[in-house]
């Protein structure tokens, strides 16, 4: 997978104690996002703000990733804005409703999705896929992102 790398074209080293410095690159500092995740969360970044001179980035990137004034500090500002904005998923929604809910060691809420929507459901008001692996069907249910 493409990483995103400093200027120099070097992914910064893991420190001696096998962690990553900050977020941005440079000197004892790395850039952690590989390059699709990067794209990703920029594009979430963008749709949250209604104005780009609400968007910390403003100032290093105008309008397109193609006028990029700085790309390692865009990659900073893009990660740390991530952190601090992190994807809201049906589990983590349902979590802060229900922290005490159930969860499996994965953190899955041991809830079937036929029980909370029609649209997992046969007929016959019954799990519509009971062959499927549960678990798997749980966390694919459960991680889908949510506005």
């Known amino acids: 997978m493409a990483r995103l790398r400093s200027v120099d074209g070097v992914v910064p080293p893991v420190l001696a104690d096998g962690k990553r410095g900050c977020p941005g ?3 004892g500092r790395s850039i952690d996002m590989d390059a699709v995740e990067f794209i990703r969360e920029r594009n979430r ?5 209604c104005w780009c001179a609400e968007c910390p980035a403003h100032g290093v990137i105008c309008g397109t990733i193609g ?22 998923t ?16 994965n953190g899955i809420p ?7 929507t ?8 019954e799990c519509a896929n009971p062959m499927e692996n549960c678990n798997e069907c749980r966390r694919e249910f459960w991680t889908q992102e949510v506005e």
Do not use: T, Y
């Not at 390692?72 to 952190?83: T, Y």
């Not at 029609?118 to 008001?125: F, I, P, S, V």
């Open 25 to 27: 690159g440079g000197a």
């Open 45 to 49: 970044m963008c749709k949250h703000f």
């Open 67 to 88: 006028e990029v004034n700085d790309a390692e500090r865009l990659v900073q500002i893009v990660e740390e804005w991530s952190a601090a904005h992190p994807v809201k």
């Open 90 to 105: 049906r589990q983590s929604v349902f979590l802060e409703q229900w922290p005490e809910a159930r969860v499996d060691k």
């Open 110 to 116: 041991c809830i079937c999705p036929a029980n909370i």
């Open 118 to 125: 029609e649209n997992q459901r046969d007929e016959d008001g």
